[in-house]
C-alpha cells in the first residue's frame, strides 16, 4: 500500500528555519503532486503549498516568500524549506501525495516556533 511519511520537525526560534521531508513509497507510479498542509490546535487544517511532478509550485499568502517546496533526489519525495518562521506557523504538518486516481496522506510532524 502507499506509504507517506513526514519528517524534519522540531522546535526553532522565532525567525529560524527547518526543512521538511515527505517520502513516499509503494506507489508504482509517480505522484502527480504533492502538497504540504497543516493544522493548529483548535484549527482547521489549511493548506500550504504544493508541487506538481512537472515541477510548477505554488504557495498560500501566508507562507509566500518564506517557504519554498522543492523535489528531492529521491523517488517521490519533497521538501518544504521553511526560512523567517513565525510562532504563527506553529502547527502539525501534514504531506498529502496525490496520484491519478486518489490521494494519501502522511501521519504529520510537530514545528513548534516559539521564543
Known amino acids: 500500500q502507499v506509504q507517506v511519511v513526514e519528517s524534519g520537525g522540531g522546535l526553532v526560534q522565532i525567525g529560524g528555519s527547518l526543512r521538511l521531508s515527505c517520502a513516499v513509497s509503494g506507489s508504482t507510479f509517480s505522484f502527480t503532486s504533492m502538497g504540504w498542509y497543516r493544522q493548529a490546535p483548535g484549527k482547521q487544517r489549511e493548506w500550504v503549498s504544493v508541487?506538481?511532478?512537472?515541477?510548477?509550485?505554488n504557495y498560500a499568502d501566508s507562507v509566500k516568500g518564506r517557504f519554498t517546496i522543492s523535489r528531492e533526489n529521491a523517488k517521490n519525495t519533497v521538501t518544504l524549506q521553511m526560512n523567517s518562521l513565525k510562532p504563527e506557523d506553529t502547527a502539525v504538518y501534514y504531506c498529502n501525495a496525490a496520484f491519478i486516481g486518489g490521494s494519501y496522506w502522511g501521519q504529520g510532524t510537530q514545528v513548534t516556533v516559539s521564543s
Open positions: 508541487i506538481t511532478s512537472g515541477g510548477s509550485a
